[in-house]
């Protein structure tokens, strides 16, 4: 099964810019068709993004729609999500998600990285 490990959140301003990236092992990154979630402080965990197996097709939240960008690079086993304009309410704990059969659920989840926006 597939480990996940997220890292490139941080403290940023709004209208700043972050690339979170999640490493994937333990199988073949291609095989999983994979997600960013996120969960603000005192709420459920939301979707952001998600991607196919091969990144031919993604597919975005309202709240991420023209401001991020989901990506894959199936030869270095990453998944990356381009955040721009930076917004104080996305301001969470954000995971990366693997889903080995492309029609959900989403079975393996990464540890998740903190993104504070500050006003």
């Known amino acids: 099964q597939v480990q996940l490990r997220e890292s490139g959140g941080g403290l940023v301003q709004a209208g700043d810019s972050l690339r979170l990236s999640c490493a994937a092992s333990g199988d073949t990154f291609s095989n999983y068709a994979m997600a960013w979630f996120r969960q603000p402080p005192g709420r459920e965990r939301e979707f952001v993004a998600s991607?196919?197996?091969?990144?031919?097709?993604?597919f975005y939240a309202n709240s991420a729609k023209g401001r991020f960008t989901i990506s894959r690079d199936n030869t270095k086993n990453t998944l990356f999500l381009q955040m721009n304009d930076l917004r104080p309410q996305d301001t969470a704990v954000y995971y990366c998600?693997?889903?080995?059969?492309?029609?959900?659920?989403?079975?393996?989840w990464g540890q998740g990285t903190q993104v504070t926006v500050s006003s």
């Open positions: 991607i196919n197996f091969g990144g031919t097709t993604t």
């Open positions: 998600a693997a889903d080995p059969t492309g029609e959900q659920p989403y079975d393996y």
